[in-house]
């Protein structure tokens, strides 16, 4: 009988796709919510989102969300939803102020994703420029980095959620930043995230992609959004770095 060589063929061409990205990114990109850690994990984000929309209800605007807005279990989807109805306005400020809050509350109870710290380490060893891409406000994402002993890895080049939020990604407005105050041209670029707008932002700003899915429906929603290279773990990208793959 011909062994079936298909498994290992496969895996083969995946880690060659892998390091061909890996070896031409002289700065990454990261996401932050998902590759380096998962910040939602005890402070969870349906719940935050459940507050959010008790706080509307409790000033008479429960009307402003939808009935499929209210039940979202993603508390950025509800700020994008209170910011469609009144862009910039006062309410906007307030709701997004109070999520910052509670991200930063998050930070206490976030989990690290598995090989993220060794890797960020050692890609900074090896001389990459690194930066933070997010949606959520960069005063989480210093404090996590701080509690890790990962600040000088990125520092000062953590681009989060402004009070603009139509820059939001899949806006490709945080990656721009980075490139631009990296002195980074975008072909030299790679970055790493885990959602469907990582990618159209990566896309949009001319930036290589490379997905982080940790289970099979994330990793399944990047590749139907895409996205060519998907990893379920940061390891096999720890081991391009070492030499060990």
């Known amino acids: 009988m011909t062994p079936d060589t298909t498994q290992p063929e496969r895996m083969a061409e995946e880690t060659e796709k892998l390091r061909e990205l890996i070896e031409r990114a002289r700065y990454v990109l990261f996401d932050f919510d998902g590759p ?18 008790r706080w509307l209800e409790e000033r008479g605007l429960r009307d402003l969300l939808s009935e ?37 509350t998050a ?38 980095l701080e509690s890790r002993g990962l600040s000088n890895c990125f520092a ?17 407005h945080c990656l721009r930043r980075a490139l631009d105050e990296m002195g980074a041209d975008p072909s030299d670029a790679l970055m790493i995230g885990d959602a469907p707008t ?19 429906h994330k990793a399944r929603v990047l590749t139907d959004a895409g996205a060519a290279c998907v990893v379920n773990s940061m390891e096999p990208l720890l081991k391009v770095l070492r030499g060990q793959a």
């Open 156 to 172: 000062p080049h953590i681009y989060g959620r402004t009070r603009d939020l139509h820059l939001l990604k899949p806006h490709p």
């Open 107 to 144: 930070v206490a109870s976030a989990w690290p994703t598995q090989y993220a710290d060794p890797l960020i380490m050692t890609w900074h060893a090896m001389g990459a420029r690194l930066a933070v891409t997010t949606n959520n406000s960069p005063l989480a994402v210093t404090g996590y």
């Open 68 to 104: 499929e807005e209210r039940e979202q279990p993603d508390p950025h989807a509800v700020l994008r939803a209170v910011h469609r109805r009144d862009p910039g306005g006062a309410l906007v400020s307030e709701l997004e102020e109070r999520l910052t809050q509670e991200e930063l």
């Open 36 to 53: 380096i850690c998962r910040l939602f994990a005890g402070h969870t984000a349906e719940w935050i989102a459940g507050e959010q929309v």
């Open 198 to 216: 990582d990618f159209e932002a990566a896309e949009k700003a001319g930036v290589a992609f490379l997905g982080y899915g940790r289970n099979e």
